[in-house]
């Protein structure tokens, strides 16, 4: 069978689906990987680097005309989508509960389609997590970020001129990117504090050396399905914000990544509080492709309020191609092998026979025999409809 592996289009995307190390763990068993010429500049990966690997060096039309193909964004409508071959199996993070578009042209397309940030938060999983595996890199950017952007220093200093105190951060939201965060911005000596509505993160952050600000218990769990937080009311989230309001004043620099899954990102800091803060502080807002969690965040952008420098960052993992690239293509072989082993066939004859039972499989499985059936994403196209007509 032929993996293709093409350039990604997108503008501003860096990333590639495989990396040169990672060809040889997807050509086991006799495999074939194809990667367009070209696909991994990106990331700092030369075609010779590929073929080295075993893999063949084709054109655009061949790369997306495999049996199977990997990528990291959904394909663009039109030409990208029509060059893939009903049947073929497509594995690409196609984030369809935030756009469900592109399942539907990829179910008239006849392609069956995996979508790699629906892969469940398991143990079993846990090689397959694409999503961990950017919001690492995207915390990890944060911090670095927001340390340039501070013009300061975050460790303590003991120079001949004087002692120069630490940068306090404060970080709120402490999953998979925050922890990160947390994690670089000691590591760069910064004193850090964080904060989560979901109190059972203390102990990972205290293990980090950040002290975790704990906020009176909501009368109901903030605890939501699956490890997430669930939404909170607004006047749950206004005690929240009354609760943070001393913390973000003192802070040099705040990074925020609370996200609710399917949901606009929980408001945080309001307006007056960035007008609180010492001018030349600092705002990373993780959350800027999701809404924000600052008022003031203009998402893709850095503006200045109030002498508050408010970052808003988008395709954050994609700004460090390099290290995005090589664990997204870990992730999505561990998976590939993952769908044989299962025993997804590709391509996908026709009629389809019924999908394997597996759950990692039953999780990721967006479109199959010329359907969109992935239950969450259907609802979310039939309620559109909906409201169009
Ligand atoms: P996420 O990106 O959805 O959210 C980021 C953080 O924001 C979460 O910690 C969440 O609690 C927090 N948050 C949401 N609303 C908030 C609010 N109003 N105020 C303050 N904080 C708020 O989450 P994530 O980073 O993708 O992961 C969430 C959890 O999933 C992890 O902490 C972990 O427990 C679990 N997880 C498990 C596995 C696994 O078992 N393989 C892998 C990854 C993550």
Redesign the pocket.
């Known amino acids: 069978m032929r993996w293709g592996v093409p350039r990604e289009r997108r503008a501003g995307e860096r990333r590639v689906a495989l990396v040169p190390e990672t060809v040889a763990a997807l050509s086991a068993g006799g495999h074939e990987v194809w990667v367009e010429r070209g696909a991994g500049d990106g990331a700092g990966h030369a075609d010779e680097a590929y073929a080295r690997q075993g893999a063949r060096l084709v054109e655009r039309e061949e790369a997306l005309g495999c049996e199977a193909v990997l990528k990291v964004r959904a394909p663009l409508p039109g030409e990208e989508t029509e060059a893939l071959v009903p049947g073929a199996v497509l594995v690409a993070m196609l984030q369809p509960l935030v756009d469900p578009a592109p399942a539907q042209a990829l179910a008239r397309r006849g392609v069956a389609s995996f979508s790699l940030d629906l892969v469940p938060?398991?143990?079993r999983?846990?090689a397959m997590?694409v999503?961990?595996a950017m919001?690492t890199v995207a915390g990890y950017r944060a911090a670095v970020d927001a340390a340039l952007l501070a013009r300061r220093f975050f460790p303590m200093l003991m120079t001949a001129a004087g002692t120069v105190a630490p940068a306090r951060v404060l970080v709120?939201?402490?999953?998979?990117?925050?922890l990160q965060a947390i994690a670089t911005c000691r590591r760069l000596g910064a004193v850090v504090q964080a904060?989560?509505?979901?109190p059972a993160?203390r102990e990972q952050v205290e293990s980090l050396g950040a002290s975790f600000l704990g906020m009176p218990p909501l009368e109901t769990s903030?605890e939501g399905e699956?490890?997430?937080?669930r939404a909170?009311a607004a006047d749950e989230?206004a005690r929240?914000r009354e609760f943070l309001a001393e913390a973000v004043s003192r802070a040099d620099v705040v990074i925020t990544?609370?996200?609710?899954?399917g949901a606009r990102a929980?408001l945080?800091i309001d307006e007056g509080m960035v007008a609180a803060m010492r001018p030349g502080s600092v705002i990373v807002d993780l959350a800027a492709e999701a809404g924000g969690n600052c008022a003031l965040t203009v998402p893709g952008e850095t503006v200045v309020r109030s002498g508050v420098t408010v970052h808003g960052p988008l395709d954050v993992a994609s700004a460090m191609p390099a290290p995005a690239s090589q664990l997204y293509a870990r992730a999505a072989t561990a998976f590939a092998r993952h769908l044989l082993a299962a025993g997804v066939p590709a391509p996908v004859p026709d009629p389809a026979p019924a999908p394997p039972e597996d759950p990692i499989v039953a999780a990721t499985l967006l479109t199959w025999g010329g359907a969109v059936v992935h239950d969450g994403v259907r609802r979310r196209l039939e309620s559109a409809e909906q409201r169009g007509g």
């Open positions: 938060r398991t143990t999983a846990q997590d999503l961990s919001s709120l939201g402490a999953g998979v990117a925050g904060f989560d509505a979901r993160v903030a699956g490890g997430y937080a909170l989230e929240e990544t609370a996200l609710v899954p929980p945080l």
